[in-house]
């Protein structure tokens, strides 16, 4: 996590935690059962259970499962804690192409969990995993243009990510490209109007960071601007995202 200063208050921007995988979109009904059983068991805190369920998954092949013990590995849930184990499992998933492998696997060079950190070998998993739409690695390749860690600070390319997100409803990402509109990053001047829709839809989205934005922006805006973008919001909320301001 990094503080960074901006006018009279202290923002925190929070990377990533490892994304774990509930649903398969193609299994024979066998291994749908045994696959959704790991999930409940992991969801009631049974992890030993949960991985019974996953392990023979894993090694038949099924890459969410293989993502899913890695996960397990990572966290010491039901098992040992074992970094080394748990970037196994996640490469074998990552094989498969799955976003959330991929992802997990540039966490781990991020945060150097088993491995060295390594921000530019974690960058070019965040873009791979990001080239197949995962919202969360969307944010974390924003994250790393937006502080310039493991590649080139570039502030225009941070917001687009941070948008595409944050239309995907991702709360933190929406936080942050409410901050970066508020603390005018890459623009000619702050856009308190825009930082207020953005971090509204992410309070109620549950992000309690967002409220450091919009205490501030909700100051710098006239009366009636308030109301304008609380219409805005609403009509983003029951129209979807997509082609929110």
Sequence with gaps: MVVTENGNYRFVKKALTFVFTLFIPFLSFSQDDRFQAGVAAEERGHFATALRSWIP??????????NNVGHMYEKGQ?????????????RRAAESELAEAQLNIGLLYYYGYGVATNHREAVSWFRLAAENEL?????????????GTGISLDYREARRLFLKSARANYAPAQMMYSFMLQAGEGLEDSDPF?????????EQNGSEEALDVTSIS????????VAEADLIIERCLTQGLDTCP
């Design 78 to 90: 039901g098992v040992a804690q074992n970094y080394s184990v748990a970037m196994q499992w996640y």
């Design 57 to 66: 998954l894993a090694e038949e092949g099924v890459p969410e499962a293989q």
């Design 194 to 202: 825009r930082a207020y829709i953005w971090g509204k839809i992410a």
């Design 218 to 225: 909700s100051i710098l805006l006239e009366d009636e601007e």
């Design 135 to 147: 919202p969360e690695a969307e944010y974390m390749l924003a994250l790393s243009y937006e502080q």
